[in-house]
């Protein structure tokens, strides 16, 4: 997973500053405690350090969502067919002209 273009944009824009693809440190302040407990617990169950599933956290955040088209469209269509009625561009047109919105 990586940062997608916009986060990368403006972080490599940061202060107007040019940063290169090199590592960037962040420092995190106030985090509640049941959050740290939260993630030191993710951490030790995906067997990653705390920075790490920090950082697993932060890019799933910010990580564009895959969507399968074909699934969604077929889904879609299923709900659609269980619908009573049939929804036709003359339908359409007939509610347009009684001056419906």
């Known amino acids: 997973m990586g940062i997608n ?10 202060n107007g500053c040019d940063m290169d693809d090199s590592m960037i440190t962040i420092t995190l302040k106030d985090i509640p405690r049941a959050v740290h407990v939260a993630l030191k617990h993710q951490a030790r169950q995906h ?8 950082l697993a956290c932060l890019e799933a955040a910010v990580a564009p969502t ?9 889904e879609i269509r299923q709900h659609r067919a269980a619908l009573p009625g049939k929804l036709t561009d003359q339908l359409i047109q007939a509610a347009k002209h009684e001056g419906r919105p």
């Open 66 to 74: 895959k969507v399968n088209v074909a699934a969604m469209l077929f």
């Open 47 to 54: 067997g990653r350090s705390l920075n790490k599933e920090a």
């Open 5 to 14: 273009g916009n986060c990368q944009q403006v972080i490599d824009n940061h």
